[in-house]
């Protein structure tokens, strides 16, 4: 199965149309020079203005950045917009000098050059949240490689295609004298899917180390039990090991790794089937809780997650161009219109990082200018997304 291109799906009057144009004028809300300023500062640079506060600057620095890069490409690629293309060369140019500066790196991870020093030594702490005393500083450089595949890949940028194999590039030296050990030592921290980008980066470039890296930054640990089609997922924050999968599938398509095809599968499988509510959302405070006892997800405040959601659907949607099932699709759909759609405000465009399955429980929307969670970054993504999937092709049937 193949998609079309998302300016080549338009939306007519809905609530799904709403949703994308009050999602335009929440990006276009955003101040670019704000989440540019990470970059510029660890590039040695002058910001041209202060970082965003909240998650922006306490740690977790530029990951809004990555994503903004994104959610550009998608919306402008869904709106046609050009308002959002501009934004996006903006940034672009921007992210650019940074990276011209420090002749590769591309990050706004605080004090990052004294951090990579370490690693390139082997020099690694590791924990879920760690790494070498920053706040998951994988999942903070994921961003900004997905978001330059997506300015690449989804709105035709090659200057952001030269920017991400130039990143790619400093990537594969930095790393480059790390053991296998090492490499699934750094793993424990989140990482968001950096098997997923460097699995893309081969489909796009042919180069061969690219889908080395991606099976070397695949989780090993989370991996194994999935290819026993055992479930050992209770516990875990969910999150974090939903990526992984995406890119273990890559990484099996790319190979053509039946077992790996298999065990993607059966993660989706007790995932979407065993471990979710009725919105097509999971977790709580996080965490796969037992999957024999949903208690608390109904008396937790903190329900179901929206990043997880998102990637869920990004797995799905994968699982369903390789296979063509529209089972895939079922789940696709239930958690379009019952939990994305519902976690934008459809006034003010905020988002929702929990939405609780609590019985008349309240919400707590984003604020454009105050909150820079994960589920602000996917956010300002999904809602650019609503016409990927309403048809696909194999080039012969619609
Ligand atoms: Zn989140």
């Known amino acids: 199965q193949h998609l079309f291109a ?3 799906v338009s939306l007519s009057a809905s609530p799904f149309l709403h949703a994308q144009q009050t999602n335009v004028r929440y990006l276009l809300a955003l101040h670019p020079d704000q989440l540019l300023a990470p970059y510029l500062r660890e590039a040695g640079l002058e910001p041209k203005a202060p970082n965003y506060g909240n998650w922006e600057s306490t740690g977790l620095d530029g990951h809004i950045g990555g994503h903004y890069l994104s959610a550009l490409s998608l919306a402008w690629a869904a709106t046609g917009d050009e308002e959002l293309k501009q934004r996006l060369d903006y940034m672009l140019s921007e992210l650019d000098r940074a990276q011209q500066a420090t002749g590769g790196y591309l990050g706004g991870i605080p004090n990052g ?6 690693i390139e030594k082997g020099e690694i702490k590791a924990d879920l949240f760690s790494l070498n005393d920053r706040w998951v ?6 961003k900004i490689f997905h978001g330059l595949r997506d300015a690449y890949d989804v709105a035709g940028s090659d200057k952001a295609k030269q920017m991400l194999f130039k990143l790619g590039e400093w990537f594969l030296a930095t790393t480059a004298k790390l053991t296998d050990e090492q490499v699934q030592q750094m793993l424990y921290s989140e990482h968001g899917g950096l098997n997923d980008v460097f699995a893309d980066m081969y489909f796009i470039s042919d180069d061969e180390r690219y889908l080395k890296l991606a099976r070397q930054f695949s989780h090993n640990i989370i991996i194994e039990p999935l290819l026993h089609k055992e479930d050992k997922l209770t516990g ?13 599938l890559k990484v099996a398509n790319a190979s053509d790794d039946k077992a790996w095809q298999q065990g993607a599968d059966f993660f989706w499988k007790t995932v979407s089937q065993e471990r979710s509510v009725s919105i097509g959302g999971n977790s709580v405070r996080e965490h796969f809780h037992d999957k024999s006892d949903f208690t608390p997800m109904v008396e ?3 329900g179901p997650e929206t990043c997880n959601t998102y990637n869920m659907m990004k797995l799905s949607k994968l699982l369903f161009l390789k296979t063509g099932d529209t089972r895939y699709l079922d789940y696709y759909e239930r958690a379009t219109y019952n939990h994305i759609l519902s976690s934008q405000h459809p006034e003010h465009g905020g988002l929702v990082y ?4 609590r019985p008349g429980h309240y919400r707590m929307y984003s604020s454009v200018q105050d909150s820079m969670w994960c589920c602000v970054g996917s956010g300002i993504e999904n809602h650019s997304k609503y016409g990927e999937l309403i048809y ?6 619609l």
Do not use: C, R
Not at 113 to 118: A, L
Not at 137 to 142: A, E, T, V
């Open 236 to 248: 875990l924050h969910a999150n974090t090991q939903i990526p992984k999968i995406i890119g273990m």
């Open 137 to 142: 500083p994988l999942y903070n450089i994921d």
């Open 354 to 357: 929990f939405t609780s399955m």
């Open 113 to 118: 050059d004294e951090m990579w020093q370490q």
């Open 300 to 302: 937790d405040v903190e």
């Open 392 to 397: 696909s092709n194999t080039g012969q049937e």
């Open 6 to 8: 998302l300016n080549q």
